[in-house]
């Protein structure tokens, strides 16, 4: 067997008036995040440390943001589709561990329902799916809530 392990990390702007995806879900808030796709930084950062695992670039490798074709797309999508990527190179996802820097909307209330929906995305079990919120108390963009910021670390497995 053979094991590799991947991480990710992302920063998005925060914007009035945006819709604000976080883990495949949309939350209700007066700011969101601004991005070519939907801007979801958690997937993003799950894709990004799934790709590094598998030594497959990264996210704006495969999914460019310069490319018309990925104005707007849905993360979910994105994310499948990276999974299919690592699975085509003979890997399966082991476990993933992530951790969202934002100070509001708080993201622990929503957590069982953004584990539900990523392991459902990427057909794993949702005890392989690791979410942890923190706030920057107050310091940086995110504490001033211009951005948010996430981290993911991966480990995929060939047998």
């Known amino acids: 067997m053979k094991i ?5 990390y992302d920063v998005h702007q925060l914007k009035e008036g ?17 991005g070519h796709s939907d801007a979801d ?3 993003h950062v799950i894709c990004d440390a799934l790709l590094g695992a598998a030594n497959m670039r990264d996210i704006g490798y495969h999914f460019a943001d ?21 699975r085509e190179k003979g890997y399966e996802i082991g476990n993933i561990d992530s951790t969202v820097c934002l100070q509001l909307p708080k993201v622990n209330p929503h957590i069982s329902e953004m584990k ?8 794993i079990d949702t ?5 942890k919120a923190t706030t920057t108390e107050k310091l940086g963009f995110v504490g001033r809530q211009e951005g948010v910021s996430a981290y993911a670390t ?6």
């Open 116 to 123: 539900k929906c990523l392991a459902e995305v990427m057909g």
């Open 41 to 43: 930084v958690l997937i």
């Open 4 to 8: 590799r392990v991947g991480f990710g």
């Open 18 to 34: 945006e819709e604000f995806w976080l883990g495949g879900i949309k939350l209700e808030h007066t700011k969101g995040a601004v």
């Open 66 to 86: 310069t490319d018309p074709k990925f104005k707007g797309i849905d993360s979910k999508i994105l994310l499948k589709d990276v999974v299919a990527l690592i």
């Open 127 to 131: 005890d392989d799916v690791s979410i």
């Open 154 to 159: 991966v480990l995929i497995q060939k047998f």
